[in-house]
């Protein structure tokens, strides 16, 4: 791990150690974007997501459970989730298990 209280210059800065936050230092690195990852735990263990070590497993056709999962995303991001990638996430979740 590498402490620094000095990142130089960079085009984007990520905010938080999570798996949005590695997913977008992935996708802009690959827009030739020099990015920094600045974290309070270690990247990959923050665990602030609902769906940190998840496999959110349900059957495509139960409303009940889609709508739990759903909800739990909504409350553990603060209420402030854009909830078209929150539906759009709880919809295709259980295609990418199968």
Known sequence: ?????DIGMVDIAIIGGGLAAMYAALEASNHDESVAIISKKPVGKSGASVI?????RF??????????????????GRYI???D?????????????E
């Open 85 to 97: 990638l929150v539906d759009t996430f709880v919809e295709s979740a259980p295609q990418k298990n």
């Open 59 to 76: 059957l495509p056709n139960n409303t009940k459970e889609k709508l739990s999962y759903k909800d739990a995303i909504i409350e553990a």
């Open 1 to 5: 791990m590498v402490r620094t209280t």
């Open 81 to 83: 989730n854009n909830l």
């Open 52 to 56: 940190y070590k998840s496999i959110h």
